[in-house]
């Protein structure tokens, strides 16, 4: 795809049809997570192009899309792990092209393969990370706090890479909580896990959604119904839905067959 600027009326359109169960003006909550007109370019190649969304503070909202549609770059971008070629990308009021160190305080990633050294245990790479984010006056109860959030205990002396997928899985979500973000943008977060594991991280981010702001991506539909009260759509790097998870399945269509009618029109 060949490079443009500014929102297609493709794109306006679609966001704007839908955007009637996403944030209102009047909504008063402060913005947590902003794209504004972020863009990705790889050569002549557009990864993302013109997003542009709001998520305020308590939301959940699910960010959907197929293989290659710019949900995992849209994340980095908004994380600063990318820098985008155009556009800014805001956390907690701060831009991530200049504040990217104020932000990450107040910021959890859980990218979709986290940051694990496989020589090192799960208490071992906990108190690492403490110590890297300066928590050494609280360091025990938080690790305490995160492994039993994430039923790590059977695990934490083992070397990371002898655990299984999901047991890997959670010792990346404990890392992301362990220094109490406001915000947490979740790729994949319950990639690896068997049935019960996903259920518990289910009722995790349920309970996490109360006090924080999520931004999580998925291929379980199923998840969404039960996590996230808003859904973000992309598709070709382009944002296709901003609504309602009520209002993305109509006319009694499954989140399934919805899914696959917006991302499937493509030729």
Known sequence: ??????????????????????????DKRPIMIEADKLCKYYGRFSAVESVSF???????????????????????????Y??????????????????????AGKLGYLPENGPLYPDMTPMGILKFFARARGLSHKTKDRIDHVIGQC??????????????????????????LLHEPDVLILDEPTAGLD???????????????????????THILQEVEQMASR??????????????????AKNNQSLDECFQEMTTARN
């Open 195 to 217: 049935p019960n594991q996903i259920r518990e991280v289910r009722e995790t981010i349920r309970k996490l959604g109360e006090t924080k702001t999520i931004l999580l991506s």
């Open 151 to 176: 039923d790590l205990s059977t695990v934490v002396n083992k070397p990371i890479g002898k655990l299984s997928r999901g047991y890997r899985q959670r010792t990346g979500m404990a890392l992301t």
């Open 1 to 26: 795809m060949s490079q443009s600027s500014g929102d297609t009326s493709e794109q306006a359109g679609a966001t704007q049809a839908a955007s009637s169960g996403g944030t209102s003006a009047s």
């Open 231 to 248: 859904i973000l759509l992309v598709d070709e790097g382009r944002i296709k839905y901003d609504g309602s998870t009520a209002e993305f």
């Open 54 to 80: 709001q998520i305020r503070k308590g939301e959940v909202v699910a960010f959907l899309g197929p293989n290659g549609a710019g949900k995992s770059t849209t994340m980095k971008l908004l994380t600063g």
């Open 82 to 103: 990318l820098a985008p070629s155009s556009g800014v990308a805001r956390l907690c009021g701060f831009d991530m092209n200049t504040n990217r160190l104020a932000a």
